[in-house]
């Protein structure tokens, strides 16, 4: 009877305004999505173009799955620094940013701009560093707490909830990620 989540295609956006922000000159950038076939992940991917489609001086060099594996976004962005030594940002949409954060690491490209999805554990430490320079975060407390609450409001007193309760995107970065996840440190 409620939707509790983020907008995928708002939070897309904002990796959109991050490329273009990034790159007011121009320049190419690569999206690392976890499964074509995902809505999130689409709307997230449909959001990031809404943005830089719109800069005719931004070139996507490509769109690639990862199945939400760590493994597969090393190798993918190891292969997007190999054929486009000039790419200035990657975003993945989705699961295995870790793995896109370490093949930065390990080819040296502190250059490239890695915007990405959940402050985890598993990228916490990449934020901190400024390996990860934006990473988007969807409240996931409050897209669980919040539906059960509702739940037991509604069967035990009749209340019924509000329809749509999107949650804007929560921006982590390497000057906020231990203000905002303290616990993650």
Same mark, same amino acid.
């Given at each position: 009877?409620? =939707?509790?989540?983020? /907008?995928?295609? #708002?939070?897309?956006?904002?990796?959109?305004?991050?490329?273009?922000?990034?790159? +007011?000159?121009?320049?190419?950038?690569?999206?690392?999505?976890? /499964? =074509?076939?995902? @809505?999130? *992940?689409?709307?997230?991917?449909?959001?990031? *173009?809404?943005?830089? /489609?719109? #800069?005719?001086?931004?070139?996507?060099?490509?769109?690639?799955?990862?199945?939400?594996?760590?493994? #597969?976004?090393?190798?993918?962005? @190891?292969?997007? $620094?190999?054929?486009?030594?000039?790419? #200035?940002?990657?975003?993945?949409?989705?699961? &295995? +940013?870790?793995?896109?954060?370490?093949?930065?690491?390990?080819? &040296?490209?502190?250059?490239?701009?890695?915007?990405? *999805?959940?402050? $985890?554990?598993?990228?916490?430490?990449?934020?901190?560093?400024?390996?990860?320079?934006?990473?988007?975060?969807?409240?996931?407390?409050?897209?669980?707490?919040?539906?059960?609450? /509702?739940?037991?409001?509604? !069967?035990?007193?009749?209340?019924?909830?509000?329809?749509?309760?999107?949650?804007?995107?929560?921006?982590?970065?390497?000057?906020?990620?231990?203000? !905002? =996840?303290?616990? $993650? =440190?």
């Amino acid at each position: 009877i409620s =939707f509790y989540g983020m /907008d995928d295609i #708002q939070a897309g956006n904002v990796a959109g305004n991050a490329i273009a922000e990034l790159m +007011p000159d121009g320049g190419k950038y690569a999206i690392i999505t976890g /499964d =074509f076939t995902v @809505t999130g *992940h689409e709307n997230r991917r449909k959001g990031c *173009h809404e943005i830089t /489609d719109a #800069q005719s001086n931004l070139e996507c060099v490509g769109e690639y799955e990862n199945n939400d594996a760590a493994d #597969q976004a090393y190798s993918l962005t @190891t292969d997007i $620094l190999n054929a486009n030594p000039d790419v #200035q940002a990657i975003y993945v949409t989705a699961g &295995g +940013p870790a793995g896109a954060a370490q093949a930065l690491v390990d080819a &040296g490209r502190d250059d490239v701009m890695l915007i990405c *999805h959940d402050v $985890l554990d598993s990228v916490a430490d990449y934020i901190k560093d400024g390996t990860i320079d934006i990473c988007i975060d969807q409240d996931p407390f409050n897209q669980g707490y919040q539906p059960i609450v /509702d739940a037991y409001n509604y !069967l035990v007193a009749g209340i019924t909830p509000e329809e749509n309760n999107t949650y804007d995107a929560i921006v982590a970065t390497p000057d906020n990620v231990e203000e !905002l =996840f303290p616990e $993650l =440190f």
